[in-house]
């Protein structure tokens, strides 16, 4: 499953990357629909949607705490020696893992942070907010993508995505990645 969902987050990457590549040139209001391969059973249906309501914050700065400009040597400085260390070979990365996210590490910087709702809280730059799909929505303004496995926003080279099981709607978990970075 945590392959499909590494997949599936690679595909939803190349897809926003694309779509901003072409947006600003298509005179039109929205991105089309993009559809990816129906190879996985998780694979990623995404549509690009305009912001609803907007969102005060204009950049994601950090994730609980850790910015995705961030070395190795900062992460252990703020937040110690983590609980445990796993390879993710799909990604290329290095995993810590620590009471409150799971950062993963390439190339000595981080890739990405990932908030799962066992935290029941989340701090975006230097808000806090609940782990609820409603508050986050609210507090991060539209949508820009939705997909089957969550929704997207983005802000520059920097995106958020609020995981959601695709049958219940329930948040899965909260990640931080630059688009650059797969």
């Known amino acids: 499953m945590k392959i499909i969902e590494r997949v599936s987050r690679m595909m939803m990457v190349q897809l926003m990357i694309l779509s901003a590549l072409l947006s600003p040139f298509s005179?039109?209001?929205?991105?089309?629909?993009?559809?990816?391969?129906?190879?996985?059973?998780?694979?990623?249906?995404?549509?690009?949607?305009?912001p609803g309501q907007p969102s005060s914050m204009s950049d994601f700065m950090t994730l609980n705490g850790i910015s995705l400009d961030d070395r190795e040597e900062d992460v252990l400085r703020k937040k110690g020696k983590p609980l445990k260390v796993t390879e993710d070979w799909l990604l290329h990365s290095t995993e810590y893992h620590y009471t409150d996210a799971v950062v993963g590490i390439r190339d000595g910087y981080v890739d990405y942070v990932h908030v799962d709702p066992e935290a029941k809280q989340v701090k975006i730059n230097d808000r806090w907010l609940p782990l609820n799909r409603g508050t986050l929505a609210q507090e991060l303004g539209g949508v820009q993508f939705a997909a089957e496995d969550g929704d997207v926003y983005i802000r520059g080279h920097k995106a958020i995505k609020v995981y959601t099981n695709p049958t219940s709607g329930e948040l899965l978990a909260v990640e931080l990645f630059a688009e650059s970075s797969q």
């Open 27 to 50: 005179g039109a209001d929205a991105v089309p629909a993009a559809a990816s391969p129906p190879s996985a059973d998780n694979a990623v249906q995404a549509v690009a949607r305009h």
